[in-house]
């Protein structure tokens, strides 16, 4: 049994067969590789590393710049009714609709206190599960070099975790971007 963009299927079905690159499964192999290796976004071992070094008492802030460039692209891209809001861990995640291989970190406006312990909790579950279920479907493998996105369920906002800085008191803030081009 092979794995092609995720999506399990035996080692012919893979050459011959596979709907997402028609055989070519090397080449989009190299493609994803340096997807991952250009991307600004943290990956799941990345996040646990850093997260590691904090006291797990500590709550996780998140850092509004991510969300800010989203409003603002998308209010020049004529979406007068896109609104900023502070973003907050649901404590769930999920399939990234930006890139279904990607894990999502889900978050809204509802104020949660979440702690380094809970964000490690969750992506540990996440890696000892090892699979996330597409939005759209399709089984795609995990593992610490999978790359993590903040949003909400069904959006793909191109909010990027990009690292976690100590922060007064006890808390730790993640930094965010908006990526344009994902």
């Avoid at 190299?30 to 709550?59: M, Q, T």
């Avoid at 404590?91 to 291989?101: I, L, T």
């Avoid at 970190?105 to 540990?124: A, M, R």
């Avoid at 990009?162 to 803030?173: D, G, M, R, T």
Wanted: charged share 30%.
């Amino acid at each position: 049994m092979g794995i092609c963009r995720g999506v399990k299927m035996n080692e012919d079905e893979r050459v011959k067969s596979c709907p997402f690159c028609g055989g070519y499964a090397e080449i989009m192999d190299e493609i994803e590789r340096a997807r991952i290796n250009s991307s600004c976004s943290l990956n799941i071992g990345n996040a646990l590393k850093e997260l590691h070094s904090f006291p797990k008492d500590n709550v996780v802030i998140i850092d509004n710049t991510g969300m800010e460039g989203y409003v603002k692209d998308a209010k020049e891209k004529g979406d007068a009714d896109c609104k900023f809001f502070k973003m907050y861990f649901t404590h769930s995640s999920g399939s990234y609709r930006g890139h279904y291989c990607d894990l999502m970190l889900e978050i809204g406006s509802q104020e949660k206190i979440t702690t380094v312990k809970q964000l490690i909790n969750v992506l540990e579950l996440d890696l000892k599960m090892g699979t996330v279920y597409g939005y759209k479907g399709g089984e795609y493998k995990i593992n610490e070099n999978t790359l993590l996105w903040l949003d909400e369920y069904s959006k793909a906002r191109s909010i990027a975790p990009i690292k976690f800085v100590k922060a007064e008191k006890n808390e730790v803030i993640l930094l965010t971007k908006f990526i344009e081009d994902e």
